[in-house]
Every structure is written in C-alpha cells, then in structure tokens.
C-alpha cells in the first residue's frame, strides 16, 4: 500500500508539473507547496527521502521538456529532409540563440545550486517570488509598447543571452522559468507568442542540465520503489504537457498576461495567510 499511495502523490505532482511548467507561475514552487502538504516518503530514512525529493522536483521536468522535443521536433531537428539548406540554416541559428541564452542560467547554476537547495526551497520564498512577478506581470502589459521582434527567428543573439540572464532569476523558487523568460523577452520588445515559444525552447537544455545535476548529486539509493514512482511523475507531466502547450500558444494569442498576474499573487498571499492561521505549517522556517 505504501509504493501504491507514493505513486497517486506523483501522479498528482506530474499533473501539476505538466500544467505550471508552461504557465508563468512557477512549476517548482508549486511541487514545493504541495510538498509541504503532501510529501512524498519514498524512503523511510529522512536524509535519503530529502535527497530523493531534491531531485524528483527537477528531473519530473524532463516529461515536460519531452513533450516540446515531440511538439517541436520538425522545427528542431536541423537533418530533417523535408528541409532546403535555408530551412537547415534557420535551425541551427535557433540552436545557437538557444544555447546562447543558456549560457547564463548553465554558469549561475552550478554555482548557486547548493545554495538555492539549502537556502531558497522555502514556501516563505515561494509565497514572497510569486506575489512579486506577480506584480511585474501586471506592471509590464500595463506599459507594454508596441513589440519590435515578432518571431524568435527575428530575434538576434544579443537579446537572447539577455533573456537568458532573466531565466537565471529563476533559479529562485516561485519565480518560475517560463514566467522570467517571457517577462524578460517582452520587456525587451518581443510579442508574447515570440517570448513564449523561445521560452519552451530554452527549457530544453535548462532542464536537461539541471536533471543531471542533480542526478549526480543523488545520495539516495536507486531502487524498484524508487524508480517506479519518478517514472509516474515524469510520464504525467509529458502527457498532460503535450495538451497544456499549443492550448496556451493559442490562449496568448488572444490575451495578455494578467491573469496569471493576478493568480500569482492571489496565491502568495493565500499561502501566507494559510501560514499566519496555522493550517500550512512551516512556511515561516528559513
């Protein structure tokens, strides 16, 4: 019974993770929450359990970032035949814009990560990063001019390294990855489904990158339990992404970022007085 409720739990995590990876309001702080809530026991020593959870939150995002490789995979794959040498040309100058932004969030990772682990994974972090962007979304469509990059194809390498320096903010839990690219790609000029999609594109060597760090920094056993339960996850969060991705290129399309503005901080301070009355526990401990 104890493996078949920890699987039910990651179910529940991979849903989350497969909608929150894609909307700005911050897929980790969200596993964060509902891990102070419902936390999963894999293990029974608590060391080994709290490695496990360090790197279950990250790696579940690799279901995600597959559900963009298959989405994608045409426009991605610069050996595709169905593509001239300009259409081969074009995507490997998306592969450098992309791995071109990466380079910040790749450097300010492996010399924070230890410290955002020990330090930041708090909900009281999470509460405060959500109310925050939260207000910048709604500041920045407010004074939103008129974008001057209209694809990311339009988009030189100058702007995607700055953009990359925005997802670096997300290191910070409750920021979210997607919220601090596109916020940072709009600011810059850039229309919302440009900022989106080089979003989606950008979580493929973040996420790869930080799933093997921490799978090297894994100091849990890898067992039968183990495995099955992190697999459940990761294949939640790659099915409900591929239906929560196009829904939202599409949803964008037609509106602005607000509304995720305003759930972002009705849900930091929801948390924060959920903390203050006593019925979420532990928020509070830095």
């Known amino acids: 019974m104890g493996i078949i409720l920890e699987i039910l739990k990651s179910l529940i995590y991979g849903f989350v993770q497969g909608i929150t ?18 936390p999963l026991h894999v293990f029974t020593d608590p060391a080994e359990n709290q490695s496990f959870w360090e790197m279950y939150k990250v ?6 970032i597959l559900a963009v490789v298959l989405l994608y995979f045409e426009r991605l794959n610069p050996f595709s035949p169905r593509k001239d040498s300009t259409g081969r040309k074009t995507t490997w100058d998306l592969w450098l814009k992309i791995i071109a932004g990466s380079i910040p969030v790749g450097i300010i990772g492996l010399l924070l990560d230890d410290i955002v682990e020990a ?6 972090v999470v509460a405060l990063m959500l109310i925050i962007y939260g207000v910048l979304f709604i500041v920045a469509e407010l004074k939103r001019s008129r974008p ?17 320096l925005f997802e670096a903010l997300a290191l910070i839990p409750g920021t979210s990855r997607s919220g601090a690219t596109i916020l ?5 000029g850039t229309t919302r489904a440009a900022a989106t ?3 989606f594109f950008m979580a493929i060597p973040a996420m790869l990158g930080a799933s093997l760090l921490k799978l090297i920094k894994l100091q849990a056993p890898v067992t039968f339990g183990s495995v099955i339960v992190l697999l459940s996850g990761l294949i939640t969060s790659f099915v409900v992404s591929v239906l929560v991705i196009r829904r939202f290129l599409k949803y964008i399309r037609r509106h602005d970022f607000r509304i995720f503005g ?4 009705i849900l930091g301070l929801l948390i924060l007085i959920l903390a203050l009355t006593g019925l979420l526990p532990g928020v509070f401990n830095i």
């Open 21 to 38: 990876e894609w909307l700005p309001i911050s897929s980790t702080g969200h596993l964060i929450l509902i891990n102070a809530m419902l």
């Open 59 to 64: 790696v579940i995002q690799l279901g995600s």
């Open 119 to 124: 330090k930041l994974s708090r909900p009281l």
């Open 148 to 164: 001057v990059i209209r694809s990311v194809n339009g988009m030189d390498y100058g702007t995607a390294v700055k953009i990359g």
């Open 184 to 188: 940072g790609a709009m600011i810059l």
């Open 197 to 199: 999609e080089f979003s």
């Open 262 to 265: 305003l759930y972002r901080i």
